[in-house]
């Protein structure tokens, strides 16, 4: 029992060092799906390990904004807008609600009550600001090359 990996886990590390790699090579999920089946692996096992990496690759880009503006910064600049769309949408929905809510509440003769969706609101401000973030932040990387 020492910290030293099994043979099984180094062999695994190096399988997804080499599908990594390969689909950083490629770009694209078939060569290295066939690279798998060249190697004696199922189709439908190399796919769907090879569809797993992909999303797992995109997914950490995604979170480290820099790696994913360095890579695509017009797919960068497209994915931040989109967040500041949608929160401006969103924020504006809840308040609209918020708005109606309150005129149908005070309207009324026996006064009433009104509903302010704080969470929609909230949420949508928050990915307004995450867009505004990355979008800035992919204008600067833009700017920089040129």
Known sequence: MG???????????????????ELDKYKSKEPVVAQLVEA?????????????????????ERQTPHRFIEKDPAEATRWYARHMVIGCLVAAGG???????????????????YIVPFGAVAWGIGQFLYGLHGWRATARYRRHLG
Do not use: C
Not at 3 to 21: H, I, L, S
Not at 95 to 113: T, W
């Open 95 to 113: 308040a609209l609600f918020a708005g109606i809510s309150y005129l149908a509440a005070s309207s009324s003769p026996e006064g009433g009550y």
């Open 3 to 21: 910290d030293a990996p099994t043979e099984p886990d180094q062999r695994a590390k190096e399988v997804w060092a080499f599908v990594v790699g």
């Open 40 to 60: 004696g692996w199922p189709l439908h096992q190399a796919a769907e390990y090879v569809e797993n990496a992909k999303r797992a690759i995109d997914a950490y």
